[in-house]
């Protein structure tokens, strides 16, 4: 398997004439955790959704595992995890019995072993005594417990995530950062996006910036930094000074209230 396990080139995804995400290259390394950051309608979900197979590309490709999504659907899927933003679960079944319907998707071999991972994993994530009971009756924060679990299941080489902590608790945001960190160790890549500027900037080793479809900045805190003329500042400074969203009229205003 090649030390990049994702490689985007060039793409471009189209609805009719509007061009949601435009000629968008980067890859990922194996073990890196990788923050995709935009503001809204930027074209993080759709980048997302293209890598995953989700959706076509209206041109460029996405290689999993050096595996091509469009052409090797299968291959690379199985290289793959993914949380959406809003996961679907199954109301009328147990957390287990959920994550166990995944596993089978996965075509994950010897039952034993993974009946195994299911607990582990239920244990991993403080879930092990909500289990057995419907998802019904589960929180937000649970059911993306158990979406970020079933993504787990089938030990994936890179784990896709849109806005993993946005329905957790602090506690539960604090243990998903730690074990994101426990699978980089694990040569396991993380793709999240958030609007988290504080996660990105504290668990992130490398940010990608996408502002009206297009990568506006990719590197490091330090050489996103080197990328802007907000020197030394945070990701946040950084952020807001890259996509724009700070105006002349805004930062006077602030500048006023600061006096």
Do not use: W
Request: one cysteine or more; hydrophobic letters at 40%; a negative charge.
């Amino acid at each position: 398997m090649p030390e990049a396990i994702l490689r985007v080139e060039n793409l471009s995804k189209n609805y009719g004439k509007f061009a949601a995400v435009k000629e968008v290259s980067f890859e990922l390394k194996k073990g890196e955790v990788f923050g995709f950051l935009g503001p809204n309608g930027a074209g993080k979900t759709t980048t997302i959704k293209v890598c995953t197979g989700l959706l076509k590309p209206t041109e460029g490709r996405v290689l999993i595992g050096g595996f091509d999504i469009v052409k090797q659907p299968v291959e690379a899927k199985a290289l793959l995890g993914y949380v959406p933003d809003n996961p679907f679960l199954y109301d009328k079944l147990t957390g287990r019995e959920f994550v166990r319907f995944v596993a089978n998707l996965y075509n994950v071999q010897n039952p034993n072993l993974h009946e195994q991972r299911i607990q582990e994993l239920f244990d991993s994530f403080e879930m092990s005594d909500k289990i057995d009971e419907l998802i019904q009756s589960y929180s937000r924060g649970m059911r993306q417990k158990v979406a970020l679990i079933s993504a787990l299941i089938h030990n994936p080489q890179i784990l896709f995530a849109d806005e993993p902590t946005a329905n957790l608790d602090p506690r539960s945001a604090r243990l998903t950062k730690d074990i994101f960190r426990a699978l980089t160790r694990q040569g396991v890549s993380v793709f999240m996006s958030t609007h988290i500027m504080e996660i990105a900037e504290r668990l992130c080793d490398r940010i990608g910036i996408i502002h009206h479809g297009e990568l506006v900045a990719l590197g490091t805190l330090s050489e996103l930094n080197q990328q802007t003329a907000v020197k030394g500042s945070t990701l946040e400074d950084i952020f807001l000074e890259l996509t724009g969203d700070f105006d002349i009229d805004t930062r006077k205003l602030l500048e006023e209230l600061g006096s």
